[in-house]
């Protein structure tokens, strides 16, 4: 069974910092880009950053630029995303999904492009 399992998500204070998981079963990640996405209550899920197959390109949302770093262990099977210097409006169901076949090298933020998506997990920013 393909799974995408996300974690490392909790409660954090403004300027704090979270590091989340993306762990797959059932399936390589060698072959496909991994995005982060997050939705927020009332809000549309917004691409978040992306990171190529091979792990040489990435892409960030202007919003998290500077701020969050995404990365990958295909040997762990697992993407991660450091996230610093959070704020609030970071608060969000935070997913990672995996692109659909052949968009292995590309790192769109177009949620259209990925097949596989995890359950999420909650990243709230409060004091």
């Known amino acids: 069974q393909l799974q995408l399992v996300e974690s490392g998500g909790g409660l954090v204070q403004p300027g704090g910092s979270l590091s989340l998981s993306c762990a797959a079963s059932g399936f390589t990640l060698d072959y496909h880009a991994i995005g982060w996405f997050r939705q927020a209550p009332g809000k549309e899920r917004e691409g978040v950053s992306c990171i190529s197959s091979s792990g040489g390109s990435t892409n960030y949302a202007d919003s998290v630029k500077g701020r969050f770093t995404i990365s990958r262990d295909n040997a762990k099977n697992t993407v991660y995303l450091q996230m610093n210097s959070l704020q609030p409006e970071d608060t969000a169901i935070y997913y990672c999904?995996?692109?659909?076949?052949?968009?292995?090298?590309?790192?769109?933020?177009?949620?259209?492009?990925?097949?596989?998506w995890g359950q999420g997990t909650q990243v709230t920013v409060s004091s």
């Open positions: 999904a995996a692109s659909l076949a052949g968009l292995g090298s590309s790192v769109s933020l177009f949620s259209a492009d990925f097949g596989s």
